[in-house]
């Protein structure tokens, strides 16, 4: 069998690695902190241990894109504090080595409360600098030590539009967050799966050992022998995907409610975060909050939706864009319109107010007076309108006085070939969220893409 070679630096028992080698998930020793895994880890989720249901679910899931076997490996870190960790996450190897060099000889670990991922977050701060703002957002993620893949994801062609509703800055600490979450995750997958293999190998001889010292069952020895060359499956649970599978049912989406309109979120698994959906079935609405400084929440949180499928679709290939080894998620969510019409709401399409709006949002600066009943607390809850996509600091560069003439229309993100301006709807009041928070339970559909390297890898 392969020799365990176990770093120091993993978290990984070696009874779980064991049990990882034999399982053939692990395929490979420990090498420079990292090893190759089987890309089994990113199969689908298993129906077997939801309800048949979704009469008294919180949400309806369907799996899409997932091959049939898994005959491809990735490397993955063991350690989720080290070096390989920071080039899994999208720094180049010199950058990476500096970062944890830096967090590794704090002096005084003990009290120093930052982890080597806020080292990191901090070392990208600098393109808040006034000094990247004449880069162009290649030449500013070199700057920092971002990876030759991170680079080219970050500026693919096809997601201008998308890249340019946030800063550069935002981008690039979404995209490290994603990745550093996904492989949170990826490594408690790991772990999961090692416990649940272990529990079934000693139920097994356990089984085995019984029949064997049964009297009259000789014969029956050689046949129950264990084989040490079985494999284990891989078998994923919902709840290794951040979904309890006491709340979903594995169905295909269902038709619009009568009296229903449908709202749509594109997001990487991980982005929506662990609790969304919680085990009584409730929903944290603030796991898929957008923070201040959007296109429409100057100061506090919202909550961003969209009612155009094909732009909530153009969001989650962003995400598995950004990010090989995690799945996505395209969420669908059902509102009962008399709940719709018993909200304050604004329209605030491409026009003259847009244009200041968006500008006095993006930019950090104090609102006047006239846009107080967009987003003051206790005043509109919903605000309906045209999603902007250049980058903030383009926007932000725009002098007060050339708003007007600069934000042309080519500022208004489009819907893929036809031209249309795409939509946002933003609920911008807490009590109206919560309120949204119970009217969607059970009215949920989330369709779950397997990571691009379960496919086999980015295609170029």
Not at 190 to 203: D, E, G, I, P, Q
Request: hydrophobic share 35%; glycine share 4%; proline share 5%.
């Amino acid at each position: 069998m392969t020799s365990i070679l176990l770093s120091a630096e993993e978290m990984f028992s070696i009874e779980e690695t064991q049990s990882l080698l034999e399982d053939q998930i692990f395929l490979s020793s420990c090498v420079l902190g990292k090893r190759k895994v089987s890309a089994a880890l990113l199969s689908p989720p298993s129906s077997n241990t939801s309800r048949s249901s979704s009469s008294s679910t919180s949400a309806s899931v369907r799996t899409l894109g997932f091959p049939s076997t898994s005959n491809h490996s990735f490397e993955i870190p063991t350690a989720e504090r080290s070096i390989a960790a920071l080039e899994f996450i999208g720094f180049d190897t010199l950058t990476a080595t500096a970062i944890y060099d830096r967090w590794d000889s704090r002096p005084d670990p003990h009290r120093c409360p930052d982890d080597l991922i806020d080292y990191a977050y901090s070392d990208i701060s600098r393109l808040n600098s006034p000094s990247f703002q004449d880069y162009t957002p290649r030449e500013a993620m070199a700057k920092i030590g971002m990876s030759q893949d991170f680079q080219d994801a970050l500026t693919d062609p096809r997601f201008t539009s998308i890249c340019g509703t946030e800063t550069l800055h935002y981008w690039v600490k979404d995209t490290l967050m994603i990745n550093y979450a996904t492989l949170l995750q990826l490594q408690a997958r790991l772990k999961n799966h090692a416990a649940r293999s272990r529990a079934v190998k000693k139920s097994r001889r356990a089984r085995i050992q019984d029949i064997i010292q049964a009297p009259g069952l000789h014969a029956a020895q050689q046949q129950l022998q264990p084989s040490s060359s079985v494999t284990a499956t891989f078998n994923m649970t919902p709840e290794d995907y951040n979904i309890p599978s006491n709340q979903i049912a594995f169905e295909t989406e269902g038709p619009v409610l009568p009296g229903h309109i449908v709202l749509y979120k594109g997001k990487a698994s991980y982005e929506v975060g662990e609790g969304w959906i919680a085990d009584d079935g409730s929903l944290n609405m603030r796991s898929i909050a957008t923070y201040a400084h959007g296109d429409f929440n100057p100061e506090s949180v919202a909550y961003y939706w969209t009612p155009e499928k094909e732009v909530a679709e153009e969001y989650r290939e962003w995400a598995a864009r950004r990010c090989s080894w995690s799945e996505t998620w395209l969420i669908r969510i059902q509102i009962p319109v008399q709940f719709v019409n018993s909200l304050t709401s604004q329209e605030l399409w491409y026009s003259p107010n847009w244009k200041e709006y968006v500008w006095y949002c993006r930019g950090v600066k104090t609102l006047p007076a006239k846009f107080d009943s967009l987003w003051a607390t206790g005043e509109t809850d919903i605000i309906k309108g045209h999603i902007c996509s250049y980058l903030s600091a383009q926007v932000t560069r725009i002098k007060q006085e050339n708003v007007q003439t600069t934000m042309t229309e080519d500022f208004a993100m489009k819907i893929g070939s036809s031209g249309r301006k795409a939509t946002q709807w933003a609920f911008m009041q807490r009590n109206s969220v919560e309120r949204l928070r119970e009217q969607i339970r059970g009215k949920i559909h989330i369709d779950i893409t397997a990571a691009t390297m379960a496919q086999g890898g980015f295609q170029k």
